[in-house]
């Protein structure tokens, strides 16, 4: 009989679904307190932050509607009306829930949102402006353009910089002076950047704990720990959320707690998305094995240099900083991402690589070039589950049984070889 | 003319021997460009001869080792060619993002098999505000110096206004083939158009041109279609080549294409470049025309179906066929609006989904047949 393991939960992570609900609930009821409300591709929605508008994020309201299990039914009704299925599932949610709420089509009530005074189009991917677009031909919304281009390599940074600046300075801050009819408030802005730096500190020294043998946490544990560094930004109750989970972490630690029951078999890196409407499945999936996934490259893209975030000097010029200088936009291109992955490898003991890709979306540059790379370089084995963040229709559960365990097999068959026993 | 006609069309079949054979007979350099933005002319101007580059000739093997096969066609293709050494004529490479699939290529390319010279751009989106336009001239600056160090030769204003009265050249000279077959449809077969575009894109532009001046008036003198042909609009194909055999099944089933707005015909040539005294800022400009409308580049204000609804009626066209790369996001994203207003204006449309790989062409067939009947049904 195959071995039993189980995750030993987190008592922190648990207090994290409410501050979540809450950010969404005052989304959700924004109109009726007069508010103004903006959807928001990429980052910028901290300038949203500023002017005290509701804003929501692209990436991190679709990760909610996946993870409230509403995913499948807005993506039927985008589809009902058009929507084609192969496009972007990330696309297609925000297509279906505009449409839902313009027509009154019934949908899970918790993920509804209202239809904004303006979209922020942040150009992160094309695609996170694709939707942008469609909804101001459909309805006619208000839009405004951010090209957020992802670096290709760290050199381009210097020249990136000021021209991302002089967009959010000439483009963006007018645009919401004008909609929400005041002046930009930069002092908000700092106190924001101020907040984030310190939990993004914490976070920092919460993701040293990813470097022991065992580990303490889990990948999965710190997904759902992500948003304090991205869409809960400058919420001060953030920063005890980390607190508690430092010292939780630190007890785990001195006590040589494993994340993993009864052990910590595989140490495995889990690049592309995390796959949130499906993490429990693949969270209990790759348990099984006894393995733990302890690093990846989006959940390490989110503000991973806190010590450049200046609050007290230009707010504007220190977030773009903290966004290319920074490393936070750069880690789906594959150069960086290798530069990446070179850091973490070593440094945290990988047995293997398990690449995500999304049918959908190919933000994630590389992942064919890097699982020969890895294996070149270390002897690091590495698969890829093709299903998607969101659309269950993409995968195969089968399929991804069968690469998991061909894989593990070979991690087994490589036990010997293991740098870090 | 069948001379010319067959050599636009084995360079555009074969643009491997042709370039080898350019490069060869010239000893001088060949840059690859990924489709769409990048303006040819300063690579011209520097010497050496820019090409665009393509989806190829064969089923993609070696290279779904370096990408998914979920990407579309074009960077499968291209990756595939690049690690099958089929493209080691290429000295230098210049790619930028498009979309999600057009970074992919740059940095497989550049970490697995690195040409001689390699440029990534950032060219971007036709955004409202100041700052695009500076940072367009800025990265055109950029792309300028890194050709004079690939070249050894200096880009001087005149040099650059040159190219663009050679390429401008050529773009009149397409436009007047185009109005051509407007007036008398069928005149040109829709390979052959395909052919003549596609070829333009990958030879030497002086040679080009010589050889459509040569062409044009034979082609005048060639006989028109006639029978009761249905006169269709294609559009779509937003970077990549149509399959030849799918352009002959429309005509085949009774269709004949009067126009068209797919980047290997008419979206290739549509605006001239207005000469200055600063070519650069003038090849700026060009880039930041906003017709004829593009999903990619961001300009929420333009409606591509507009301009689609507006080549159907002006061309006295029945419908257009919508060819869509499988894996295309800004068309996937876009088709939508296309499908709901072409239903609005109660003009007939017709999806074809195509990929790199050989297509059912039967089941192309029964979509354009039920297509005709729709068409006829509703004269």
Excluded at chain 1, 108 to 136: F, N, Q, T, W
Excluded at chain 1, 181 to 202: Q, S
Excluded at chain 1, 360 to 385: A, H, V
Aim: charged share 25%; with cysteine; proline share 6%.
């Amino acid at each position: 009989m195959r071995q039993q393991f189980k995750i030993n939960r987190l008592a922190t992570t648990g207090l994290m679904g409410p501050m979540v609900d809450k950010h969404w609930e005052e989304l959700r009821t924004a109109k009726e307190r007069g508010e103004k409300v903006a959807w928001c591709s990429g980052v910028p929605f901290i300038f949203a932050y500023a002017m005290d508008m509701k804003c929501h994020f692209m990436a991190g309201y679709s990760a909610y509607c996946a993870g409230r299990k509403a995913a499948e039914q807005i993506l039927e009704i985008a589809e009902n009306t058009g929507e084609l299925p192969d496009t972007c599932s990330y696309h297609r949610l925000h297509m279906g829930m505009a449409e839902a709420v313009k027509n009154g089509i019934p949908v899970k009530e918790d993920v509804i949102l209202p239809i904004p005074d303006l979209m922020i189009a942040g150009r992160v991917c094309p695609e996170m402006s694709h939707y942008a677009e469609a909804l101001y031909r459909k309805f006619g919304i208000e839009v405004v353009g951010i090209e957020l281009m992802t670096p290709y390599q760290e050199s381009d940074y210097s020249f990136l910089e000021p021209f991302v600046e002089r967009q959010f300075k000439e483009v963006l801050i007018p645009k919401m002076e004008e909609v929400c009819g005041k002046p930009f408030n930069y002092d908000r802005m700092r106190e924001i950047l101020t907040v984030l730096k310190k939990v993004a500190t914490i976070r920092n020294e919460c993701l040293e704990y990813f470097k022991k043998v065992p580990s303490p946490w889990t990948l999965w544990d710190y997904g759902v720990s992500l948003a304090p560094v991205i869409y809960l930004m400058g919420k001060p109750e953030t920063v005890p959320y980390y607190e508690k989970l430092k010292a939780e972490l630190e007890d785990r630690a001195k006590n040589n707690i494993s994340a993993i029951s009864p052990e910590e078999k595989y140490r495995v890196f889990w690049d592309g998305w995390l796959p949130w409407g499906f993490l429990g499945q693949f969270a209990r999936k790759i348990t099984s094995y006894g393995a733990n996934p302890i690093s990846g490259r989006y959940p390490w893209e989110m503000f991973p240099r806190p010590d450049l975030i200046d609050p007290e000097g230009d707010p504007v010029r220190t977030f773009v900083k903290a966004l290319y200088t920074g490393t936070m936009l750069g880690n789906n291109m594959a150069k960086p991402g290798l530069s990446l992955m070179d850091k973490i490898v070593p440094e945290y003991n990988i047995d293997g690589i398990i690449f995500f890709t999304a049918k959908s979306c190919r933000i994630w540059k590389g992942q064919m070039t890097m699982l020969n790379q890895m294996e070149r370089r270390y002897g690091i084995p590495g698969i890829t589950l093709e299903a998607d963040m969101a659309d269950g229709k993409m995968f195969s559960e089968a399929q991804i049984d069968t690469r998991l365990n061909a894989f593990f097999e070979v991690l087994e068959a490589r036990k010997e070889k293991r740098r870090w026993i | 003319m069948e001379k010319v006609l067959s050599r636009f069309a084995a360079v555009s079949t074969d643009p491997y021997t042709a370039l080898t054979t350019w490069k060869q007979d010239t000893g001088r350099k060949i840059i690859g460009c990924f489709p769409m933005r990048i303006p040819e002319e300063i690579i011209h101007a520097s010497g050496m001869l820019p090409v665009v580059m393509w989806r190829g000739n064969e089923a993609v093997t070696l290279g779904h080792s370096y990408v998914h096969n979920f990407n579309c066609g074009l960077t499968r293709s291209f990756i595939d060619d690049v690690m099958k050494e089929k493209l080691n004529f290429m000295d230098g490479m210049i790619f930028y993002r498009s979309c999600l699939q057009a970074e992919e290529i740059p940095s497989t390319i550049e970490l697995n098999a690195p040409p001689s010279h390699f440029l990534y751009l950032y060219l971007p989106p036709l955004y409202p505000g100041i700052p695009f336009r500076d940072f367009l001239i800025q990265e055109l600056k950029r792309m300028k110096q890194r050709l004079e160090e690939w070249s050894g030769q200096e880009i001087t204003n005149e040099s650059l206004n040159n190219s663009i009265e050679i390429y401008n050249k050529n773009r009149s000279l397409l436009k007047r083939i185009y109005e051509l077959r407007k007036k008398r449809p069928g005149t040109i077969k829709a390979r052959e158009m395909l052919a003549i575009v596609h070829s333009s894109m990958l030879m030497d532009k002086e040679e080009h041109n010589s050889l459509l001046e040569s062409l044009l008036p034979e082609l005048e003198g060639r006989k028109e279609l006639t029978g009761d042909k249905i006169r269709v609009v294609l559009s779509g194909g937003l970077c990549q080549t149509p399959h030849t055999a799918i352009l002959d099944l429309i005509e085949e089933t009774g269709m004949v294409v009067v126009d068209d707005d797919i980047y290997t015909g008419s979206r290739y040539f549509a605006n001239d470049v207005t000469l200055g005294d600063n070519p650069l800022e003038s090849l700026a400009d060009r880039y930041m025309k906003k017709t004829p409308p593009d999903p990619t580049m961001g300009d929420w204000n333009t409606l591509w179906t507009d301009y689609m609804v507006d080549k159907v009626k002006e061309n006295s066209a029945k419908g257009m066929v919508s060819l869509l790369i499988k894996y295309c996001p800004p068309h996937l994203c876009y088709y939508p609006d296309i499908r709901r207003r072409f239903d609005k204006e109660g003009i007939p449309e017709v999806l074809l989904e195509v990929e790199h790989e050989i297509v059912s062409l039967e089941q192309v067939r029964t979509r354009l047949q039920a297509f005709i009947e729709v068409i006829k049904g509703g004269a």
